[in-house]
């Protein structure tokens, strides 16, 4: 039921910025972490950065100090501005939404959601 709707992807040249928007609609259950992983062809999965409910965030070694999460607790929506972006950064960039479901009795249970992917490509 949940979906995530992204936006924000396309060309830029080498230095440029672009920012990505992830909006959870649908959504039942409380949202803990949103992010962003990227896979690049021929690579697996990575994760970009993470923002948890509390606004604390993780980055990659390989964005920090260019990327720049953030989240809109209210609106269910995350944004990455990628900033100075480099051909390495070129990917498919994915929305991801950690969820979990209190509202039963017992142990709350928790949920993953994906959004379908944006590409972001960087020429030099």
């Known amino acids: 039921q949940v979906q995530l709707v992204e936006s924000g992807g396309g060309l830029v040249q080498a230095g440029g910025s672009l920012r990505l928007s992830c909006a959870a609609s649908?959504?039942?259950?409380?949202?803990?972490?949103m992010g962003w992983y990227r896979q690049a062809p021929g690579k697996q999965r990575e994760l970009v950065a993470r923002?948890?409910?509390?606004?604390?965030?993780v980055y990659a070694d390989s964005v920090k100090g260019r990327f720049t999460i953030s989240r809109d607790n209210a609106k269910n929506t995350v944004y990455l501005q990628m900033n100075s972006l480099k051909p390495e950064d070129t990917a498919d960039y994915y929305c991801?939404?950690?969820?979990?479901?209190?509202?039963?009795?017992?142990?709350?249970?928790?949920?993953?959601?994906w959004g379908q992917g944006s590409q972001v490509t960087v020429s030099s």
């Open positions: 649908g959504v039942i259950f409380s949202i803990n972490a």
């Open positions: 991801n939404a950690k969820a979990t479901d209190c509202s039963r009795s017992g142990p709350c249970v928790r949920y993953d959601y």
């Open positions: 923002i948890t409910s509390d606004l604390s965030t």
